[in-house]
């Protein structure tokens, strides 16, 4: 547990870091490209998340399929899931119109939406290493574009 709690606070150090430093890189379609492509490895971690949820409820790892208990575990994933899927949908909308010249407008726009779907996957605890683990990667992901994101600083 407190393995996860310490990844979690190093990746939101390193984002805070870099986001009120102000230091950055300077922005090109290369760095454009790589902010859609990390947002874009997010939503595929995620959908991974949602089949690993069916995959676990099916196999009766979250307990008795049809179970009172093994239905609300499946059923918080999902919905979180779900509504972190929604953020990311709208990120990788916003994203897939950068250009370096709307990134620093853009940019702003994506994190806020990419940091919303991490808030809401972190809301997960199910008594499942195998979930948690998938969850943590999704983070994890979306952290990761969030970082890339804020390091870049576009053409002002």
Known sequence: MYR????????????????YTGFGFACSANDVSKVKKKVAD????????????????????????????????RQQVATAVHQANEWLSMAVERAATLTPDTLPSGKTDIVALLQK??????????????????????ITAINT????????????
């Open 4 to 19: 996860h709690i310490s990844r979690r606070y190093v990746s939101l150090a390193l984002t805070l870091a870099i986001a």
């Open 145 to 156: 574009a969030v970082t890339l994101t804020l390091a870049i600083k576009g053409t002002n």
């Open 117 to 138: 779907a991490a808030q809401i996957l972190g809301t997960v605890h199910v008594n499942n290493q195998n979930i948690q683990l998938v969850i943590t990667s999704a």
């Open 42 to 73: 997010a939503a595929a971690i995620l959908n991974t998340a949602a089949k690993s949820n069916r995959s676990l409820y099916q196999s009766g790892i979250y307990g008795a399929v049809g179970s009172a208990d093994a239905i609300a575990k």
